[in-house]
């Protein structure tokens, strides 16, 4: 595979985390935190020095195909992290010789601890191991949040709206898992999601703020991450320490969060209203969100938990919506409460939101496809008491191109979930239940960001480890890391996939 165009767009996708950075300087002088300066411009100048050596180094490359777009993608969510960790690490060094520093802050000396912070964070998962964020300088608390809120909408998109003006940016959107767009320009497409998700996040922070929340800096960051359904937090106890109408608006603000931006756009722009119902994948989000719900709180009745129902509204929110905010220790709950959570997690809201998971649009696809199957069996029960095959064009019907790749990805993440498991609970401590370890992968996986205990700085590196590549291949949906694998590990490259990313060549 020709390398070029990859690494001309790599430079151009490093120039995010570097203006990140750069934007992020402003924090460090009005919190009166001269010590997080030099981190920051470190960080600039290492992704955008970087950025643009391989910008301009590789500017005249080939058009990029679909091929390479998946490997761009898949490295770019690597790189972008990497250099995310650098203001963990270089402001737990700064910090380190000085008199009474927060652990919480010490703890990302370790470079893993470091990395760990950033994946999560730009992944939008909310795992997290800062025990006590509250004790975080403000720059990193602010680092922490907006890394959540560039990485709910995807640094490819911001990427494309910024830099991208040709025909390659369609491929680009599509391997980051975003193939719907919402106007037929696609710089349009960008741009409308980019306003679209500015008015839900300053809606938000007005919300928090006036539904109690007691400063504006608080309001800020719960704004930034509750719509990128991210998870991450400046208090302790996430939305335990606030009243229930915080806990309300984070509830809508979630819900927003796992709505498509295309059915956002169909209500905000043209009015249309009862999308929220009659698009199919709006109203199995809604079905799920009140079924669920009540079946939590069936289940934490039956448990005699002390959980509320906005404690049980709440979470199931926060795990179908993969937002990773909690009221209460999930530790606490019933097993039968925290599968029914990881099943949440594992659904995901709605393709083309900020959201993790399977995604709604896959998972009623593959409804329809039992219930068909069920229906086809149930008029003609020979077919399996006499072990016939269904006709043909029967076939074709139940199982379509949609179905059989949603089937496809479904399958992956079974498999994924059941090797991780087995490899986590080597990991994770003697006396680590195997539900916990479950619960954590699948929070992993999902970009949800849930705790059943597991995740701590302590964690065995190893464990660690696992999390990060769990969370990096949820953000990519495994299948573009599959190629990538295929590239590296494949002796003959140009023979895999043919007809994908790879240019027409003669018959003779």
């Known amino acids: 595979m020709e390398l070029k165009p990859i690494l001309r767009d790599l430079g151009l996708l490093l120039h995010v985390p570097g203006i990140m950075a750069l934007t992020s300087l402003l924090v460090c002088v009005l919190a009166n935190e001269p010590f997080a300066v030099r981190p920051f411009l470190w960080t600039a100048f290492a992704a955008i020095g970087t950025g643009q050596v391989l910008f301009w180094l590789f500017r005249r490359a080939e058009e990029m195909q679909l091929r390479h777009a998946m490997v761009t993608a898949v490295l770019a969510w690597l790189l972008v992290p990497f250099v995310g960790m650098l203001p963990f690490l270089l402001v737990a060094q700064e910090l380190a010789t000085k008199a009474g520093v927060s652990e919480t802050v010490l703890a990302f000396q370790d470079p893993l601890n470091a990395l760990f912070e950033a994946v999560s964070?730009?992944?939008?998962?909310?795992?997290?191991?800062?025990?006590?964020?509250?004790?975080?300088?403000?720059?990193?608390?602010?680092w922490r949040s907006f890394s959540q809120w560039i990485g709910g909408v995807g640094v490819?998109?911001?990427?494309?709206?910024?830099?991208?003006?040709?025909?390659?940016?369609g491929r680009l959107l599509y391997s980051e898992?975003?193939?719907?767009k919402i106007l037929p320009d696609l710089q349009a497409t960008v741009r409308i999601i980019w306003w679209i998700y500015l008015?839900?996040?300053?809606?938000?922070?007005?919300?928090?703020?006036?539904?109690?929340?007691?400063?504006?800096?608080?309001?800020?960051?719960?704004?930034?991450?509750?719509?990128?359904?991210?998870g991450f937090g400046i208090s302790d106890a996430s939305l335990a320490d606030y009243g229930a109408p915080v806990r309300a608006v984070m509830v809508l603000l979630m819900t927003a969060g796992a709505i498509s931006f295309a059915s956002h756009y169909h209500i905000l722009v043209k009015g249309q209203v009862n999308l929220l119902w009659r698009d199919v994948e709006n109203r199995?989000?809604?079905?799920?969100?009140?079924?669920?719900?009540?079946?939590?709180?069936?289940?934490?009745v039956w448990s005699r938990s002390s959980a509320t129902w906005l404690d049980s509204l709440f979470q199931w929110t926060s795990a179908?919506?993969?937002?990773?905010?909690?009221?209460?220790?999930?530790?606490?709950?019933?097993?039968?409460?925290?599968?029914?959570?990881?099943a949440g997690m594992v659904f995901g809201g709605a393709a083309g939101a900020t959201?993790?998971?399977?995604?709604?649009?896959?998972?009623?696809?593959?409804?329809?496809?039992?219930?068909?199957?069920?229906?086809?069996?149930?008029?003609?029960?020979?077919?399996?008491?006499?072990?016939?095959?269904i006709a043909e064009s029967d076939e074709r019907e139940i199982v379509g191109p949609h179905i059989e790749a949603a089937a496809i990805i479904a399958s992956l993440w079974g498999m994924t979930i059941a090797l991780a498991t087995l490899l986590l609970l080597h990991f994770s401590g003697d006396r680590t239940s195997l539900n916990a370890v479950f619960f954590e992968v699948a929070s992993a996986l999902g970009n949800v960001g849930?705790?059943?205990?597991?995740?701590?700085?302590?964690?065995?590196?190893?464990?660690?480890?696992?999390?990060?590549?769990?969370?990096?291949?949820?953000?990519?949906?495994?299948?573009?890391?599959?190629?990538l694998a295929s590239w590296l590990f494949s002796w003959r490259p140009k023979r895999l996939a043919p007809g994908i990313g790879t240019r027409k060549r003669s018959r003779h």
Do not use: C
């Open 121 to 142: 964070g730009f992944t939008a998962t909310g795992l997290t191991v800062s025990l006590q964020p509250s004790e975080l300088p403000r720059s990193l608390q602010w």
């Open 156 to 169: 490819i998109v911001l990427m494309l709206a910024v830099f991208h003006h040709t025909a390659e940016a």
């Open 177 to 180: 898992a975003r193939d719907k």
């Open 199 to 230: 008015v839900y996040t300053l809606l938000g922070i007005a919300l928090l703020r006036l539904a109690g929340m007691p400063t504006w800096w608080e309001a800020l960051n719960y704004g930034l991450t509750g719509i990128a359904t991210g």
């Open 284 to 300: 199995a989000l809604l079905t799920l969100l009140v079924g669920g719900a009540l079946l939590l709180l069936l289940e934490n």
């Open 320 to 342: 179908l919506a993969t937002a990773g905010f909690s009221t209460v220790r999930i530790e606490d709950w019933s097993i039968t409460a925290q599968l029914l959570l990881a």
């Open 355 to 389: 959201t993790g998971g399977l995604k709604l649009r896959r998972i009623v696809w593959l409804a329809r496809a039992a219930l068909l199957r069920i229906e086809r069996v149930s008029l003609h029960p020979w077919i399996l008491m006499e072990h016939k095959p």
């Open 450 to 483: 849930l705790s059943a205990g597991i995740t701590h700085p302590e964690l065995a590196w190893p464990g660690k480890l696992i999390l990060i590549l769990l969370m990096w291949m949820g953000r990519l949906e495994i299948l573009p890391v599959l190629v």
